[in-house]
């Protein structure tokens, strides 16, 4: 059970806009720590797609975009393209005496 | 270009050590700029972060894995370690290591990754 909640799949067809959430808590996203976003492509290594809440890295699309509000972050995917199916996962950190850098659980995006 | 890439046994025994190395290159791992970490990938799961060094010897391990967790760096080889002790099948994952940025320069935790390594598949099987 990961401490940052992602829904297992989110699906869309090509052109349409989805959404993926990463709940967390008071301890994690809600004591300000910062939200990242990583792209897991089948057999490859995450990749990061979004840093600080709602950075892109150069090189990453204007179609992705994030945003942070208490102790919820999302990751916005416009115009979806075939090439976007992949894992999707939120990073952030866990507060506290026992602190740990802490990943959601994954969502896989389909796109139909 | 920073690249860093892992190397190690595919196959550990059951109560044995796994040592896992990660090889720098494009960047002095003696940079102040990074952590040096380990996040790990059961199959078909999500990921886990194992921990990470600084060149300066300073360490953050994960505290479910932290009794188990051995990590080291050789600035003059450009390379950081791993040894994960008393190995069960639950330890079986793809092993990545990757950089753990400091914006600015300023080193802390709840920074992201990137880049990482392809990844070394570890299976624990007698």
């Known amino acids: 059970q990961s401490v940052l909640t992602q829904p297992p799949s989110v699906s869309g067809a090509p052109g349409e806009r989805v959404t993926i959430s990463c709940t967390g808590s008071?301890?994690?996203?809600?004591?300000?720590?910062?939200v990242h976003w990583y792209r897991q492509l089948p057999g490859t290594a995450p990749k990061v797609l979004i840093y600080?809440?709602?950075n892109r890295p150069s090189g990453v699309p204007d179609r992705f975009s994030g945003s942070k509000s208490g102790t919820l972050a999302s990751l916005d995917i416009t115009g979806l393209q075939a090439e976007d199916e992949a894992d999707y996962y939120c990073?952030?950190?866990?507060?506290?005496?026992?602190?740990?850098?802490?990943f959601g659980g994954g969502t896989k995006l389909t796109v139909l | 270009q920073l690249q860093l890439q892992e190397s190690g046994p595919g196959l550990v025994k059951p109560s044995e050590t796994l040592s896992l190395t990660c090889t720098v290159s494009g960047v002095s791992i003696s940079s102040d700029v990074h952590y040096w970490g380990w996040i790990r990938q059961p199959p078909g799961k999500g990921l886990e972060w194992i921990g990470y060094?600084?060149?300066?010897?300073?360490?953050y391990s994960n505290p479910s894995l932290m009794s188990r967790v051995r990590l080291s760096i050789d600035t003059s080889g450009n390379q950081f370690f791993l040894k994960l002790t008393s190995l069960t099948a639950a330890d079986t994952a793809v092993y990545y290591c990757a950089s753990h940025n400091c914006p600015n320069g300023v080193c802390s935790v709840g920074n992201w990754f990137d880049p990482w390594g392809q990844g070394t598949q570890v299976t624990v099987s007698s």
């Open positions: 008071r301890s994690n996203i809600g004591a300000g720590y910062d």
């Open positions: 990073q952030s950190y866990e507060g506290g005496l026992r602190g740990s850098e802490i």
């Open positions: 060094i600084h060149s300066s010897g300073t360490t």
């Open positions: 600080a809440n709602t």
